[in-house]
């Protein structure tokens, strides 16, 4: 099974960036929906963005249209989520996943996940 590793994760003040990296073990260039989800504390992992067959498809959820970009290198087996004009409401743990469709970014349409990696914007 794939092994996923998140990093990029840390504190910025509201309006600033980050971006989140998410490394593979297997090749993520076709055949796979490769997503990114969050969660906050007390509540149900959420879809946030995702990208199917390398550049075939992207989706992205309505509160972050606009201020996320989501990307992948698949000679590197990584995935990326720019992340621009951050909200304190963005703040949660962050996952990469991947699964055989993107399924409307639904979390049981996903199999392998990653260990996450915290964001926290400050008002």
């Known amino acids: 099974q794939v092994q996923l590793v998140e990093s990029g994760g840390g504190s910025v003040q509201a309006g600033g960036s980050l971006r989140l990296s998410c490394v593979a073990s297997?090749?993520?260039?076709?055949?796979?929906?490769m997503a990114w989800f969050r969660q906050r504390p007390g509540e149900e992992r959420e879809g946030v963005a995702g990208?199917?067959?390398?550049?075939?498809?992207?989706y992205y959820a309505d509160s972050v249209k606009g201020r996320f970009t989501v990307s992948q290198d698949s000679k590197k087996n990584t995935l990326y989520l720019q992340m621009s004009s951050l909200e304190p409401e963005d703040t949660a743990i962050y996952y990469c996943?991947?699964?055989?469709?993107?399924?409307?970014?639904?979390?049981?349409?996903?199999?392998?996940w990653g260990q996450g990696t915290q964001v926290t914007v400050s008002s």
């Open positions: 297997e090749y993520i260039g076709s055949g796979y929906c």
């Open positions: 996943a991947q699964g055989r469709h993107c399924s409307n970014l639904r979390a049981a349409a996903f199999g392998y």
């Open positions: 990208i199917y067959g390398g550049v075939i498809s992207k």
